[in-house]
């Protein structure tokens, strides 16, 4: 496992951020710190999963919440049917790579803007296909059944719980993913990214392998959506599915740094909880006056990333490394 990682320093913030999120609601046992701590979590699958996309093939979207809500609406579904979610959850994933899958054709076929305005209206016709979706309850959503409670249904009393099941996915979604970049399928996609006429020259298919990238990408994203609906016990498209989710899922691996595992994660940590205290802190004490304040906390990190630290926290973390360190990392 140990050589799937690219760098000692990569390894080294991926266990730290391991750990970081298994004991800290141990010592912290207060809802916020763990409602923040589980969002991390989520995100920092879906962020990595958009970095397979946007960071190491060179695509960048904005559409991810269709994956992410897809996943949602299928565990949810299942789980109704009395499917168990430890199954479901794996459904949840399969069912937006199918989705990838079928949308790629017409959508690989566009390139930079233009691949990123098309993954917006997919996502956009999704939403609006089940807000008008009664089966599931159209806008008004839909609750996931209530079960005993129990870790076959994934079902507790103790927020807490629902923190480690996140975790048990998150670790396993990580390392499964740097395993796939650090394969041939990894090395043929950052070549795409490099030079697609380079890459063709070799015998590689852009084409086949944007397609891969984008089935990989949906499938993480999908569990991280999974995950979501069982914590949360409801779905409806605008928590699932909005714009804002897709930026967001964006927005925490461009912070953390793309071309690397353990950005997304450092960008989950130090976007979620920050965000999260404006939002329910802020923006809950003062009203209508300051709702949406934790979507100027975004612009901030974002534009003084861009001007101190533009390849993101990780690369500024490297910079400041001695020299021997920084060269293996």
Known sequence: MIRAFKTDLDMLIIIF???????????????FFINSLFLASIYMISSTAWNILGGYTGLTSFGHAAFFGLGAYVLTISYNAGISPWLGI??????????????????????????????IAVAEA????????EYVG?????????????IYWIYFVEPTSYNYIALIFTA???????????SRIGYYLQSIR?????????????????AIAMVISAF???VSGA???LRYRYVDPFSTMDLFISVQICLIAIVGGVYSFSGPMLGALTIVPIAEYFRAFIGGAYGARFFGIHLLVYGLVLLCLSLYAPGGIIDAIRKRLPRPIASRA
Request: net charge positive; no cysteine; glycine share 6%.
């Open 17 to 31: 951020s391991i750990a970081f999120l298994a004991v800290l609601p141990t010592i912290y046992n207060n809802y």
């Open 194 to 210: 490099e030079s697609e006429e380079t890459a063709m020259s070799v015998g590689i298919d852009p084409f086949r392998y944007k």
């Open 227 to 229: 995950l979501y609906a």
């Open 172 to 182: 396993a979604s990580i390392v499964s993913m740097q395993a796939i970049v650090r």
């Open 126 to 133: 999704l939403k609006l296909f089940f807000n008008n979706w």
């Open 90 to 119: 794996l459904i949840a994933g399969l069912v937006p790579s199918i989705f990838a899958l079928t949308i790629s054709p017409p959508l690989l076929r566009l390139k930079g803007h233009w691949f990123a305005l098309a993954s």
């Open 138 to 150: 159209g806008a008004r959503g839909i609750e996931l059944s209530r079960r005993e409670y129990s």
């Open 220 to 222: 993480f994203t999908g």
